[in-house]
């Protein structure tokens, strides 16, 4: 009897053919909620998701013959770890499939904020000439902070470092001297850098210890003239205390492309504003990094199972 892998999420068409071409059954159910997902595990050897949906305890329960829970992408926030290796269940995810996509966001984010980009494109498209309301500052000289200089914090240094000539500080749990070596980066604590950084740049994992890391008060010793990207998660900045910051003009702006609740409410507060630039979690939504991601994890369940 073949294996039976349910695809809960979007992947790569290469990554559906290579596990039909090693002999397992796949069943696409894009997204379910979790009552419906609890429902319909049972009787498959392998699960792939991207950030949605959660693989929840309930849904680890509900599964009869689970062997693998696949991230197709980095972080494993939305997967109950820790049920999943209770019942012996291997989890595995795609980390390095995504650097390049998510760094490249990034920067495009902090271009969009630093030169106002999409606020000269909503004005243009009702007719307003903006050119004089429009004045940017460029990205070039300028310092760089990063919060967790990982895979994707260090592609992002590349970029702007070598592209830019920006000065890169960051803060990591680690502070790994040999990894800012590259690019002369200098580790600091967090708080020396949101008072240093003209952008302050996220990508730390979503841990009990980083949620609302950047909150009110961490807010208030950024430059008024900063900006912030978070392309990591949503929940390691305080919303409300960045929509106040925002309106209030603590800080010049921000880009982001997560949030605490996806998808945005229509009547969320930061869809208002002029100073922030969003984007519906697609950091890791290039075509080269979904099939890097999806062929990634296809792969070792491929290993694992047979």
């Known amino acids: ?30 997204e379910p909620p979790e009552e419906e997902l609890a429902n319909i595990i049972k009787g498959f050897d392998a699960i792939i998701v991207r950030s949605k949906p959660r693989v929840t305890k309930k849904v680890i329960e509900s599964a009869d013959k689970l062997r693998v829970i696949a991230r197709a992408g980095v972080g494993l926030d939305n997967i109950d770890v820790e049920t999943a290796e209770k019942k012996g ?11 390049q996509a998510v760094a490249e966001l990034t920067v495009g984010l902090m271009l969009a904020v630093a030169r ?5 494109d909503r004005k243009m498209r009702v007719g307003e000439w903006v050119k004089h309301e429009a004045v940017g ?7 760089l902070g990063i919060v ?52 302050v740049s996220i990508h ?35 919303t409300n205390a960045l ?7 603590w800080i010049a702006g921000a880009g982001l492309d997560v949030f605490e609740e996806e998808p945005l409410p229509k009547d969320h507060p930061l869809l208002s504003l002029d100073n922030v630039v969003l984007t519906p979690h697609i ?12 062929i990634e994890v296809a792969k070792r369940i491929v290993e694992l199972l047979k």
């Open 148 to 199: 967790g200089f990982g895979r994707i914090g260090r592609a992002v240094a590349r970029i702007c470092y070598y592209g830019f000539g920006m000065k890169i500080i960051y803060t990591d749990k680690t502070c790994n001297i040999e990894a800012g070596r590259e690019f002369n980066a200098q580790c600091v604590d967090l708080d020396t850098l949101l008072k240093t950084a003209d952008v």
């Open 283 to 294: 950091g890791a939504s290039s075509t080269e990094a979904q099939d890097r991601a999806g």
């Open 89 to 99: 269940i291997i989890v595995v995810n795609a980390p390095e499939a995504v650097t």
């Open 137 to 143: 500052f460029e990205l070039s000289g300028k310092t």
């Open 204 to 238: 730390t994992p979503l841990t009990p210890e980083t949620y609302h890391l950047i909150n009110e008060d961490k807010l208030k010793l950024m430059k008024k003239t900063a900006i912030l990207i978070n392309t990591a998660r949503g929940a390691v900045v305080d």
């Open 243 to 249: 929509v106040k910051a925002l309106k209030e003009k």
């Open 1 to 30: 009897m073949s294996k039976r892998v349910l695809v809960a999420s979007r992947i790569s068409k290469s990554a559906i053919e290579l596990l039909k071409s090693n002999g397992f059954e796949v069943v696409e159910v894009h």
């Open 116 to 120: 106002k980009i999409a606020f000269s």
